[in-house]
């Protein structure tokens, strides 16, 4: 989400430095003058990109709550994947492109160092704003580990170029299968990632730790990335608009918490979360909603 507060003031004020002739002053570039931006255009690309990936966020958490009940997940997936074959298109244009164009042009502004206004609105912008980058950081992490381990295209097609030993276990595909199986691949992959035998491994702990934290880091991302993007698009110029635009947003992150919370709890510490032998038939039985081809 975009991270852009309006440019300030350009004119004098009391707390502007006197400098002496011939001195320069040494400071980060600020919203009006980044280095390389001469338009404001690539600025309100990267909100763009920012909603749509957020948008996309929205969408997953919901999907992936409804794995409190198997089947309806399930049930979900299957209306998800009956869009192939346009559905690695529509993952390259909702999700893949929108978050590289996103998350590139926000590591130049962490690498450029650029300096933007955060105080003027108040708010706590520069908390807000330093964990906005934060939380780019841990969100980067976290798809990175998500892709990688679950989706096709990620340690799978590594190891599809490499061969690499180590990625043995993605040759036919990531750990996600979502043909009567979406619910146990899911929980699987990430409850029993390290270790089957024991969800209670330190591994496994971690993991699923780092799950909660990831989508904790999307929330308040996709939730203050909507406000700073209001600013973006001088859809709220003034405080008071600033201040109702922030309560929604507030509300917005809150009930995005308790779904992504209810999402992850769905594939870790639910009744449901449970690769015991019996437990994993009840879900077998429950899950089928494809026809299997005989063997």
């Known amino acids: 989400m975009s991270t852009l507060a309006p440019p300030p003031s350009t004119g004098p004020t009391s707390q502007t430095p006197q400098l002496q002739t011939g001195q320069k002053m040494r400071e980060a ?8 931006r001469r338009h404001f255009l690539i600025r309100r690309l990267h909100s763009l990109m920012g909603l749509v990936f957020g948008g996309y966020i929205v969408v997953h958490l919901v999907v992936n709550a409804s794995g409190l009940w198997p089947r309806a997940y399930q049930q979900n997936v299957d209306k998800i994947h009956s869009l192939e074959p346009m559905l690695a298109l529509v993952e390259l244009t909702t999700i893949f492109i929108p978050l590289l164009i996103h998350a590139l042009y926000g590591i130049y502004i962490t690498w450029a160092g650029v300096k933007f206004n955060t105080t003027k609105y108040n708010y706590g912008g520069n908390v807000r704003y330093s964990l906005q980058r934060w939380t780019a950081v841990l969100l980067l992490a976290f798809i990175a580990f998500h892709i990688a381990t679950l989706h096709k295209w990620g340690f799978h097609l590594v190891y599809q170029v490499t061969h690499m030993k180590a990625l043995s276990g993605y040759a036919t595909m990531g ?3 979502p043909e009567n199986q979406a619910y146990q691949s899911t929980m699987t992959g990430i409850k029993y990632y390290w270790n089957y035998d024991n969800a209670w491994n330190p591994g496994n702990i971690a993991v699923m730790a780092f799950y909660l934290v990831g989508i904790w880091s999307a929330v308040f991302h996709l939730a203050n990335g909507l406000w700073t993007s209001a600013i973006a698009w001088g859809l709220t110029v003034t405080a008071a608009s600033q201040r109702r635009w922030g309560n929604v947003c507030l509300a917005i992150g809150i009930i995005m918490t308790i779904v992504g919370t209810a999402a992850w709890y769905s594939f870790t510490l639910s009744p449901n979360a449970d690769n015991g032998t ?10 089928i909603t494809v026809p299997q081809a005989p063997l």
């Open 29 to 36: 570039p600020t919203y009006a003058k980044a280095p390389g």
């Open 175 to 177: 750990l996600f299968n």
């Open 278 to 287: 019996k437990n994993m038939e009840r879900l077998d039985a429950m899950t």
